[in-house]
């Protein structure tokens, strides 16, 4: 059976949704006279028809962003990563859609991997919570997924020894590993989290892996107040689909947290409703959760834009913009549980546009009731 929670339990908990403390300091590098500069990657199937509403919506609440868009896509076109890495480096942040990746040709590198270890965006972050009236398996789900975005499976190692035998190259770094582990239990300090489990197979993977738990534990000292356990991946996916309120901040190498990430945002309602946040030292890309480029999607006005909302709110957020990302959280929030504004995804028969259109009178609302300062 799925659950739905009644009205009354959605009204007043637009927090819930509301993008976490970010930790750690950034200087926006691309702020003039109050305004800041994005880049805009809108990518490949319904990425462009989503970064359109993103515009409409910033326009309309007045949100101090400019954006410089910057066309990237699966179509391999001379010039465009590299003009798109520059937009990203002399802006510092990005919002983009999903490149998709050809799986039939093995030459054929993944765009979202190369921005994502050229501008060493190494920790993935995505909040996966259960949204009142949106029907799903299991209630009270409030999990934060952390994952290492540069290295282990991903490295992109291949080659075919002899005809039929292939090598796939690991490779893990104590460098990367603790920066990571940083981030995760730093991220449960600042946002009051009371648990950090790391996702592993040290048990078969024994140096990789191994390396990977021991690091993650050796770091949990740190944090006494926080308290750490250790689980194997395929335990973990099967805990996570049968009681997953036991899981608060999950950290994860590569492969696993791109897994256990999708299998989590499917137990709250699939695809169109997780953001996720893509975080360096120096630059940040916002973008959905689970990466879908839903191209068959793409010119029907039906794809679900929360996530790419959401996206957008997590983005003012880390630029400082707070009262226009609790605003437009909070409206996206009415809309989707007392207004029940659902796409079919989610089991309802609203378009993309009346989502956002009803997210924009929510606004307008809202913002007559707490003018900014």
Known sequence: MFSKLPIQAARGAASAIRTHQIPGHRLPLAKYGGRHTVCALPGDGIGPEMIAHIKNIFSFCHAPINFEEVQVSSSLLDGDMDAALLAIQRNGVAIKGNIETKHDDPQFNSRNVELRTKLDLYANILHCVTIPSVPSRHNGIDIVLIRENTE???SGLEHETVPGIVESIKIVTREKIER????????????G???????HKANIQKLGD???LKVVRDMSEDYKDIKFEAMIVDNASMQLVSKPQQFDVMVMPNLYGNIISNIACGLVGGPGLVSGMNLGDKYAVFET??????TSLAGKDIANPTAFIRASVDMLRYLGCHYHANI????LWKALTEQRIHTRDIGGDNSASDVVNATLQNIEKLMEENPKN
């Open 289 to 294: 959760g689970t990466r879908n480029t839903g």
């Open 152 to 154: 282990g499976e991903y």
């Open 328 to 331: 437009i959280s909070d409206a």
């Open 210 to 212: 191994g390396l990977f």
């Open 193 to 199: 989290r009371k648990k950090v489990t790391a996702v």
């Open 180 to 191: 990571i582990s940083r981030m995760a239990f730093e991220y449960a300090k600042a946002n």
